[in-house]
T-cell receptor, first 117, second 115 residues
Framework: AQKITQTQPGMFVQEKEAVTLDCTYD???????LFWYKQPSSGEMIFLIY??????QNATEGRYSLNFQKARKSANLVISASQLGDSAMYFC??????????????FGTGTRLTVIP | ETGVTQSPTHLIKTRGQQVTLRCSSQ?????VSWYQQALGQGPQFIFQ???????GRGNFPPRFSGLQFPNYSSELNVNALELDDWALYLC??????????????FGQGTRLTVV
């Protein structure tokens, strides 16, 4: 089974509108972390937001928030007030505490977000 | 931009050749991880190095090997290149083995073409 599933290959959003990018995950490890990264065409992965499995509140970082629904195993990214510079690939990723290596991240296949002027 | 630099940025090799990719980690970071990102896919973990030793490996064959140097820079070596090795190779560094990936900084990657 896929550890991270992103079902939206592409999304369009009007500038200044909000958009939600979906992510579901699969793990039996009770301790895990969920991440969202942005990848512009240059290739670099840019960290956006993190949610720990034991965190009680949804994570927020500026215009980014993570809608964490543990029972549903979903970790959707919400971008508010979209900007043209938000156009990029977005990846959801997970790290399980039982994995060796602090950076053993499992990534989804990504969602390409296009912001329309 | 992060302090992680990768070289070269682009590379073209033929099947069967060997390739070495390089990564200079963020200042003060002693852990380096390598990922392979095939076209249209998310990155896949290859392995991680901490204090010059491999610590954690993904589902990649032994022809993928690496090194970490005393200054924490790292190399990824791939022997006997195959067409499936055509991908973007990303390097990420963190401050220590227990550093949360929130502290991980990625380089811009090396785009390897295999013909």
């Amino acid at each position: 089974a896929q550890k991270i599933t992103q079902t939206q290959p592409g999304m369009f959003v009007q500038e200044k509108e909000a958009v939600t990018l979906d992510c579901t995950y699969d793990t039996s490890d009770p301790s895990y972390g969920l991440f969202w990264y942005k990848q512009p065409s240059s290739g670099e992965m840019i960290f956006l937001i993190y949610q720990g499995s034991y965190d009680q509140q949804n994570a927020t970082e500026g215009r980014y928030s993570l809608n964490f629904q543990k029972a549903r195993k979903s970790a959707n990214l919400v971008i508010s007030a979209s900007q043209l510079g938000d156009s990029a690939m977005y990846f959801c990723a997970m790290r399980e505490a039982g994995q060796t290596g602090a950076n053993n991240l499992f990534f989804g296949t990504g969602t390409r977000l296009t912001v329309i002027p | 931009e992060t302090g992680v630099t990768q070289s070269p940025t682009h590379l073209i090799k033929t099947r069967g050749q060997q390739v070495t990719l390089r990564c200079s980690s963020q200042s003060g970071h002693n852990t380096v991880s390598w990922y392979q990102q095939a076209l249209g896919q998310g990155p896949q973990f290859i392995f991680q190095y901490y204090r010059e030793e491999e610590n954690g490996r993904g589902n990649f064959p032994p022809r993928f090997s690496g090194l970490q140097f005393p200054n924490y820079s790292s190399e990824l070596n791939v022997n006997a290149l195959e067409l499936d090795d055509w991908a973007l190779y990303l390097c990420a560094s963190t401050s220590d083995l227990r550093g949360r990936p929130t502290e991980a900084f990625f380089g811009q990657g090396t785009r390897l073409t295999v013909v």
